[in-house]
């Protein structure tokens, strides 16, 4: 069973940037984050393949956000520019166990293995 442990949630002024990370405790193969506010349905963010080579982002963070990985520290970052008040979210990490050779619909597969979220706040 792989632990993923996410960080670097935080309260930034609209505008600013922050960078998630996401701490796997052995090998995954795609990740992806995942957001949901209190009330409302987990929104796809972002999505990478285990090279790194494919990466996949909701159209309401295309050009903002940056998601990327070291496989050697096991760990996925999310760099978060331009942060908008409709950011505000807890933000969760979530990791397949075996390679997915599908389409790009990251956003609807299955992930096996979830984080326990982290609080990301954008003040207006």
């Known amino acids: 069973q792989v632990q993923l442990v996410e960080s670097g949630g935080g309260l930034v002024q609209a505008g600013g940037s922050l960078r998630l990370s996401c701490a796997a405790s052995g090998r995954t193969f795609s990740m992806g984050w995942f957001r949901q506010v209190p009330g409302k349905e987990r929104e796809f963010v972002a999505a990478?393949?285990?090279?790194?080579?494919?990466?996949y982002y909701a159209d309401s963070v295309k050009g903002r956000f940056t998601i990327s990985r070291d496989n050697a520290k096991n760990t996925m970052y999310l760099q978060m520019n331009s942060l908008k008040p409709e950011d505000t979210s807890v933000y969760y990490c979530a990791a397949r166990k075996t390679p997915y050779y599908g389409g790009n619909d990251y956003g609807r597969i299955r992930y096996d293995y979830w984080g326990q979220g982290t609080q990301v706040t954008v003040s207006s």
């Open positions: 990478i393949t285990y090279s790194g080579s494919g990466t």
